[in-house]
DNA sequence: GCAGCGTAAACTGTATGCAATTTTCCCAGG
DNA sequence: CCTGGGAAAATTGCATACAGTTTACGCTGC
């Protein structure tokens, strides 16, 4: 019987927190909930992304059945969701896998995060109200104590939401899908950066580049200095990404 | 008792064509094929994208079930993994529908598919191999007699070709990824542009622009013109898009 | 001791069944 | 004629069942 103590979803459709234990909410009096897949969407994401399962690991419909206490037929409409997305992989008659992208898909998905992150910070620059321009300042100045404790998993959030904001600003929704969809799928790949040394202060010092060039509304900059960010956090994650499917 | 006549598949995740008759490939022998889901999907994602289905159009699981001579259960997952594509949208206890967009997200598909174009262009003109740039070269001026001959729907065939060679000029597996799916939903809201007058040349003149700039190795010039190519279409498709939910 | 093989266990793919919910449609009331 | 309410029909959500395939494991032969 194993547990879990998933605490901080970091959602791949709909962007938002909550706590979910091991068994889903499934309360007697409302039966049907009828998001019981898309709970199990969210959770096994998680798993994923958190790093609970790493890549290659297999996730077979019966424990999971077991663990969320529903039936294969909801375990196996989440598995083709995540499949769909892009964080798992069947093969006919096998049991699905958490992706183990190849050292070049890998490389591509920097890439075009890179590219993404730069769009998003170009459109900011130009489409970003007052007040989230304001909002964007004072959370990245705030995040300067983090910096200074060396809170990582603080700061670690602060950093999801300040480029979430980026996303945002660019008042575009298919591109916020994009690079939300982007993003969940290089999550599992991007945890080995948080413990390097200097790390956060490098990040505060690029996410200062970024907001100056967004409050200056000066595109080129901003998107120049966003895709450089991400091209960082590349470079430390592609060292410690082990390589996919030996040939 | 509905019959398909679906011949030809803009594939979703794998990108290749085939003929599909209205019973699925379900040979008594070959039971379980392991992959009547994946069929169902790119089924039904046809039914979409060439229009067979217009947007907002319900998707009730029994018909499909009796339409393509299978159970409910793998009906019910190729809907789960169309929604995670975003061809269909799902509310728990309804019936799916055909993905029927607002103006305005619209409007965003169509500017992220210009930028993602654009970065396509511009790593095409920069990475393409030789062989690759004279392939499209050759292609691009082989589709002038289709203008000249009016021919649409060759054209079209034709203009799916060549964009692809340009996704794949790009030598990046990940973005690849992001411009065929928004290329697939923005399908069903591009077939309005087809018939307007003198389209066809101008289509051609915007592609040797883009081809110009590649094989000169233009990065700025064919990123350029890949996007405003974009903005053509989405302005002729925009006016004809219906807008969505009333709300 | 180890490789090859065959059987059993485990697991996937799909069909079917049932409870819950939504939709339809008919009829009374205004 | 139109509107609102309510019961029946249609449909979804999930569980279970079963057939077929893959995997694991032990056994035999070398």
């Given at each position: 019987m194993l547990t879990m103590t998933v605490t901080h979803c970091i959602c791949i459709q709909c962007n938002f927190n909550q706590i979910r234990p091991?068994?889903?909410?499934?309360k007697k009096e409302v039966i049907?909930?009828?998001?019981t897949v898309e709970q199990m969407v969210r959770a096994i994401a998680d798993l994923i992304i958190t790093g609970a399962m790493q890549p290659g690991e297999r996730l077979d419909e019966i424990s999971l059945a077991n663990r969320f206490e529903v039936s294969r037929t909801p375990v196996r409409e989440a598995l083709g969701q995540l499949c769909a997305i892009g964080l798992v992989e069947r093969e006919p008659n096998k049991s699905a896998v958490v992706t183990n992208v190849s050292q070049q898909h890998l490389a591509s998905m920097f890439e075009a995060m890179a590219e993404l992150e730069g769009i998003c910070a170009r459109l900011s620059a130009e489409r970003m109200t007052v007040d989230e321009r304001r909002m964007l300042e004072a959370e990245h100045k705030a995040s300067a104590r983090l910096v200074h404790r060396g809170a990582e998993d603080e700061y670690e959030a602060h950093n999801t939401e300040f480029h979430t904001r980026l996303y945002r600003g660019a008042h575009n929704d298919h591109v916020f899908e994009l690079v939300t969809q982007t993003r969940a799928r290089l999550a599992p790949f991007r945890?080995?950066?948080?413990?390097?040394?200097g790390r956060l202060l490098r990040s505060y010092e690029e996410h200062d580049a970024i907001v100056l060039a967004v409050l200056r509304a000066d595109a080129v900059s901003a998107s120049r200095a966003a895709y450089a960010h991400v091209a960082t956090v590349s470079d430390a994650s592609i060292v410690f990404a082990r390589d996919a499917e030996p040939a």
């Open positions: 091991v068994k889903l909410a499934r049907r909930s009828g998001t945890r080995a950066q948080f413990r390097l040394p």
